[in-house]
């Protein structure tokens, strides 16, 4: 059975998403069909104005001026504070946590060789600018905890000898029950335990 070309092609796109295949595309396509024309319009101008999106020239999220709202909060850069992360979701969710009040730094991955991700694919060169031109004090490294990570945070670290650099801690999720629990992540909580 042929469909329409247009039909076809927003199927097409549809499936660049990640988790989405075909068959939810083509769903997701025919729903939409019966969508009246204005709500069919919106969703058309909400997507086109992704391409206007900019990127903050200090931490790298998605902002729709040059630098983004965390960034140009005095109080926040006052605190002379950065969150190191990997990618912007990170980010996301670290300020969805609410604990964290000063400024962020996506670096846009992780050191990884064999995939060709070296210093220079990252935004590390853009970190150790901004440590030096707003006299940061402390550096959390909140960098998933994976062979490439280690690394990039050891990377870092060997960059920023001046500075008080942290990793976030990994362990036992809140509610986690050790029994079902693979044997790195209690490595991890082990590695990282306090005393109270």
Same mark, same amino acid.
């Given at each position: 059975? +042929? ?50 999106? +900019? +990127? ?107 500075? =008080? ?14 029994? =079902? ?12 335990? +306090?005393?109270?």
């Amino acid at each position: 059975m +042929k469909l329409p070309e247009s039909i076809n092609d927003a199927v097409e796109s549809f499936a660049k998403l990640p988790g989405v295949g075909r068959k939810t595309a083509l769903r997701q396509i025919m729903s939409m069909v019966n969508w009246d024309a204005q709500d069919l319009a919106q969703f058309a101008d909400s997507i086109q104005g992704l391409k206007e999106i +900019k +990127k903050c020239g200090e931490c790298g999220l998605y902002s729709d001026q040059d630098i983004c709202d965390i960034c140009s909060n005095e109080n926040r850069r006052e605190a002379r504070f950065i969150c190191v992360v990997e990618n912007i979701s990170d980010l996301i969710a670290i300020e969805k946590s609410e604990g964290f009040s000063g400024t962020y730094h996506v670096l846009g991955g992780v050191l990884n060789p064999l995939m060709g991700v070296g210093p220079k694919q990252l935004r590390i060169e853009k970190l150790v600018d901004r440590v030096n031109k707003f006299n940061v004090e402390n550096l959390i490294l909140a960098i998933n905890p994976s062979v490439e990570g280690d690394a990039t945070c050891s990377y870092i670290k060997q960059l920023l000898q001046g500075v =008080h650099i942290e990793r976030i801690g990994f362990g036992i999720p809140m509610g986690g029950s050790l029994e =079902h629990l693979d044997p790195l992540t209690i490595s991890k909580a082990m590695e990282n335990r +306090k005393q109270i």
